[in-house]
């Protein structure tokens, strides 16, 4: 049954695609098909696209969109569970004079849900009708409307909707360019009211040759009255935002540029529960925040220096019952957490070298620090936090055939709480990472890369009780990885790629530096594929993967700690890929991964990674 209804679908939508074709945008004629599938584990996913664009006879112009998304997760005994996401659009654009568009159509969207065993099904469909008026030189000006119907919790209703959109895509006033968009539509559908606006405007000026001003405002407002169940409960959500943004550049001496930014913005939700039409409840929230940076950047023969300092400051307030502070009942927005208000100060400076020829340096450097503050004396979470970050790249050309890298960098991040109850959390993490590269290159042919990283974390509390579970650790991780390329002939290419990690965790002693092992990783991977081109648009390469893992404990055993092993998994198995893309928009891609996996947990079983993509164009 599932099978015919997934055939039908597909069958539905090619032949919407040739009864109902159109697209206003685009005027030359376009027809596109896209199928895909794939699988991971007990997963499966089935993905059909169609769009079409046809111009009728002079003027006319037809478009058609189609999205189908199935997916079905496989549990066995459990049974199939299914989920499908649909939407399609159609439109005629017709013109009546040289500035009016007549246009008309539908939209159509469903969704199918037996996979979370929520009643979440959904579907909605409108027809509209419009006109859009476009200037030359001015800007479009687009209005539409029509009857709208919903189906949700098997309660059927109708409506209307519209929506008024004004662009104008740029305009010059004393010399000041000056761009904006105009927004507004809505809904209003059994009784439910949706309402969203939204405003752009934008306005720069060049002064000089790298001396600039760009000012940028952007408010929206909005009102979404929605079902919360099945016994057809409401909710609204009302929202409004204002963003004021102001780009400030500047051409300095010697190359130099300085660049200072401000950013505002106050937003301000609220969420009410409606019984009867009336509000029974609600609850809001109100935040505003400020934001200033200062980047200065030169560009010099063999250098390149970047300085930036910015301070970001943002304060929430939010206006919810005492009584029911803590009890969210809204699904979609919580607003529980408490009044609060932080910044962060950060100073970061880069700065890149050319010594010579062969050789190349970039060093960065990156400080900051956050303070969380709430006014609520029954919290606890204000807090201090201090992040250092200092980062470094060498790189050399060692002869025409081999070039060194080496990376490196250390991080100090120190964490505290304000107050003394919860002063045990605070902490010391200290990060360190090295990982030198080599590349040779003898010949065009042949590409050899070898890669090492060793990389080491340090998380220390300030205050460890013996009895509790581990609070400082230590993890660290050492890795190497090889990688082989190897061009056979012109169309034949070898690929082998090869990797080995070991991982430990252990519990930390930061004042003796001493570690107590807790468990281990090591992991093995090994890639070997070999792919054959035919001409320049098709591909096949046929492989094979392995990859293996060893987990152990650590236990006490006399006067030190022994591996024990806990755990082992291999997967192993073959790999095939092949390509072809033809001339437009045709084409098909297929991976099929098959592999075959042990485990010391279950018996030994298989499992598919497969993606095939099909697409037409006409």
Known sequence: MRGKLLRSCSVLSFAALWSVPFSPIRAQEERVLTSSFGQEFNSYRWVWQA??????????????????SSSLLALGQGGDRWKDDQTLAAELAWPVSGSILLH????????????????????????????????????????????????????????????????VPGFDIGGYAQEGTLTWGGSKVGGRTNLDQHLVYMVGREFLAGSADTIRVGWDRYRHDQYVNAELERERLRGSSLRLENRLQYALPLGAQAI???????????????VGGRSARSRARKEGGLANSLFLRRRGGRSKEELELAYQTQEA???????????????????????????????????ALTPSRRDSLT????????????????????????????????????????????RGGAGLYHLVYIFGERSADNQWSRVFRLSPTV???????????????????????????????????????????????????????????LGWQAEENGRLYWQKFEER??????????????????????MLEAGFAYYEREESRFELRGNGYERVPSGRYIARGPILSFQFWGRGATGIRANLHRQRVSSRLSSPYSTNFITLIARWGW
Not at 134 to 159: D, I, K, L, N
Not at 453 to 460: F, I, K, P, R, S
């Open 51 to 68: 769009f079409l664009a046809q111009p009728l006879g002079r003027s006319c112009r037809f478009s058609f969109r189609q999205n189908l």
């Open 104 to 167: 008309g159509g539908g939209r159509a969207l469903r969704f199918w849900d037996r996979q979370s065993g929520l009643p979440n099904d959904f579907s909605r469909q409108e027809l509209f009708v419009g006109t859009e008026l476009v200037r030359r030189g001015v800007g479009r000006a687009r209005f539409e409307a029509g009857p709208a119907r919903e189906v949700r919790y098997a309660r059927e209703e109708w409506g209307s909707h519209w929506e008024v959109v004004s662009e």
């Open 260 to 274: 200072l930014a401000t950013r505002y913005i106050s937003e301000a939700v609220e969420v009410e529960q409606l």
């Open 317 to 351: 307030r939010y206006l919810v019952p005492q009584a029911e502070s803590h009890v969210p009942f809204s699904r979609s927005v919580a607003l529980v957490a408490p009044d609060n208000r932080w910044s962060l100060l950060t100073l970061a400076s880069r700065l």
């Open 363 to 406: 060093l960065a450097l990156r400080v900051s620090k956050l303070q969380y503050d709430t006014p609520d004396t029954n919290n606890f979470d204000d807090h201090d936090e201090l992040r250092v970050d200092v980062n470094s790249v060498w790189k050399r050309r060692l002869n025409p055939f081999s070039i060194l890298e080496v």
């Open 439 to 497: 590349e040779l290159r003898p010949s065009r042919a042949v590409r050899f890369r070898q890669r090492f990283e060793v990389m080491a974390n340090y998380v220390d509390y300030d205050f460890e009780e013996p009895l509790q579970a581990t609070r400082s650790f230590v993890f660290r991780r050492f890795l190497a990885e090889d990688s082989l390329r190897v061009d056979l002939s012109a169309s034949l290419r070898l690929q082998v790629a």
């Open 517 to 538: 092992p807790l468990v281990g990783r090591v992991e093995r991977r090994v890639r070997i594929g070999l792919r054959r081109s035919f001409g320049s648009r098709s």
